[in-house]
């Protein structure tokens, strides 16, 4: 796809094999980024307090600075793309967390059947894996 789209010109191979290598460990966070997009709607639909969110997310960005920081020296671009993947999975980890929390203030927390998410989300992340692999 990136050759496809993006090999011309000053683009050449070698550029698009780096390309390939960092969106492969991208691949890893994408699980994460859309587990974020969905949760992140499920506290403000349920009238949830909106500072775990914006607080959870701010931890998210602080791990992925610190491990960017630390990675990046030895693995260089893919350092970064696997501290980005690191601190999505952290922010949605956080996120379903919250979300299961008893109570908050007056408000019930969300029910997840955390058995049945991860049972479906097996398959998904068997396909992440695969590609990363690939």
Request: charged content about 10%.
């Given at each position: 796809m990136i050759e496809l789209?993006?090999?011309r010109g000053a683009f050449?191979?070698?550029?698009?094999?780096?390309?390939?290598?960092?969106?492969?460990?991208?691949?890893l966070g994408l699980l994460g980024q859309t587990l974020v997009g969905a949760l992140v709607r499920c506290y403000f639909s349920a009238g949830r307090p909106r500072w775990y969110p914006v607080g959870v997310m701010a931890a998210g960005i602080v791990a992925t600075s610190v491990i960017g920081a630390l990675t990046v020296g030895r693995w260089?671009?893919?350092?970064i793309a696997a501290a980005n993947a690191f601190g999505i999975t952290?922010?949605?980890?956080?996120l379903l967390t919250g979300l299961r929390a008893a109570r908050s203030g007056d408000r019930p927390g969300v029910t997840v059947g955390a058995r049945r998410v991860l049972a479906e989300?097996?398959?998904?992340?068997l396909a992440s894996a695969l590609a990363v692999t690939a």
């Open positions: 789209l993006f090999q050449t191979a070698a550029d698009t094999a780096a390309t390939a290598g960092v969106m492969r460990v991208y691949a260089g671009v893919a350092g952290v922010t949605a980890a956080l989300l097996a398959r998904p992340v």
